[in-house]
């Protein structure tokens, strides 16, 4: 199950690092090209520090990678944690989808079929 795949520490580090608006920004932004810290500082009317703290938080939950390279800190995106995610969540839709379907299988049974006795048992009571 993939669920069970993912420790729930890691599933929460991962999703609330995503429930920022600026870090999936920075996020689509280095999955489309790496960028230094400095860079990413540009892009946000926020300090470096704050830009610095949001990447972090990103690290933290792999999604990012940060390296040195001489004086500046490059920033990548981890693509094979976003897929992990991904693949939780589509997890997630196909308990909902099975649920969904077990309701509208209940829903379409006849109470006049054989094996729904007690569906009629119900109705004269």
């Known amino acids: 199950m993939v669920a069970q795949n993912m420790q729930d520490d890691e599933v929460d580090r991962i999703f609330q690092a995503l429930a920022d608006a600026t870090r999936r920004d920075i ?4 999955a489309q090209r790496e960028q230094s810290v400095t860079a990413l500082a540009a892009s946000y009317a926020m300090s470096f ?21 001489g004086r500046e800190q490059i920033v990548h ?16 839709e196909e ?5 969904a379907q077990s309701i509208s299988d209940i829903l379409r049974e006849d109470p006049n079929e054989p094996g729904n006795e007690q569906d009629r048992e119900g109705e004269k009571s």
């Open 77 to 92: 995106g981890n693509l094979e944690t976003v897929r992990r995610a991904a693949r939780l969540l589509e997890h997630y």
């Open 27 to 30: 996020v689509v932004r280095v």
């Open 95 to 99: 308990v909902w989808r099975f649920r």
């Open 49 to 69: 520090a704050a830009v610095q703290k949001h990447v972090a938080v990103l690290e933290r939950a792999s999604l990012v990678v940060k390296e040195r390279r």
